[in-house]
Antibody, heavy 128, light 110 residues
Framework: EVQVVESGGGLVQPGRSLRLSCTTS????????MSWVRQAPGKGLEWVGF??????????DYAASVKGRFIISRDDSKSTAYLQLNSLKTEDTALYFC???????????????????WGQGTLVTVSS | QSVLTQPPSMSAAPGQKVTISCSGI????????VSWYQQLPGTAPKLLIY???QRPSGVPDRFSGSKSGTSATLGISGLQTGDEADYFC???????????FGGGTKLTVL
């Protein structure tokens, strides 16, 4: 059974940093891309970014709103992904979900990307 | 404001069918595949549709997806009270190398 569990959330002051962890089990972690998606209270989903598998270079992409402040990394030996949140702002307050990603080209030029497993989320509150 | 456009809310009676639209542009829906997610109250989102119209195992065939041009549609037939949830569409956007989501549609089953 695939399991995705986030941890590390909490209350943090503006300008400070926080690191979230995403611990997984039930699948070969190194074969998959992993992403972070956040949801502000009462709002919709906002994609934060993702990290590709080492097979595809382990590269990352980020949303414009967090680029330069957030860093996604992975430790395949621990089946864990991380989200380093730096220079936090009040608008970063949200429930942060970690997801397993299926991403590939369909062979005719279209890109397939979807999150097939989601954790329950960890709450980050940025406030003074 | 979300990149993909969905109606904020919809309602229908039990047993009826509803279709939820998701509108984008060429760089996202027009040239990439669409996925749909269901978020029941107080829970994490769950994958409902991927590759425009494919259902993961365990998702009832009452749920269907389609895509035409720069728009996608989620259909739910035989509505049940348990279908009351927020529904989000998502797609890769090649122009910004990022995933974009719709703002979500809150479905009420009266």
């Amino acid at each position: 059974e695939v399991q995705v569990v986030e941890s590390g959330g909490g209350l943090v002051q503006p300008g400070r940093s926080l690191r979230l962890s995403c611990t997984t089990s039930g699948f070969t972690f190194g074969d998959y891309s992993m992403s972070w998606v956040r949801q502000a209270p009462g709002k919709g989903l906002e994609w934060v970014g993702f990290i590709r598998s080492k097979t595809y270079g382990g590269t990352t992409d980020y949303a414009a709103s967090v680029k330069g402040r957030f860093i996604i990394s992975r430790d395949d030996s621990k089946s864990t992904a991380y989200l380093q949140l730096n220079s936090l702002k009040t608008e970063d307050t949200a429930l942060y979900f970690c997801t397993r990603v299926q991403d590939y080209s369909d062979g005719i030029g279209y890109y397939v990307y979807y999150s097939d497993y989601w954790g329950q989320g960890t709450l980050v509150t940025v406030s003074s | 404001q979300s990149v993909l456009t969905q109606p904020p809310s919809m309602s229908a009676a039990p047993g009826q069918k509803v279709t939820i639209s998701c509108s984008g542009i060429s760089s996202n829906i027009g040239n990439n595949h669409v996925s749909w997610y269901q978020q029941l109250p107080g829970t994490a989102p769950k994958l409902l549709i991927y590759y425009n119209n494919q259902r993961p195992s365990g998702v009832p065939d009452r749920f269907s997806g389609s895509k035409s041009g720069t728009s996608a549609t989620l259909g739910i037939s035989g509505l049940q009270t348990g279908d009351e949830a927020d529904y989000f569409c998502g797609s890769w956007d090649s122009s910004v190398s990022a995933v974009v989501f719709g703002g979500g549609t809150k479905l009420t089953v009266l």
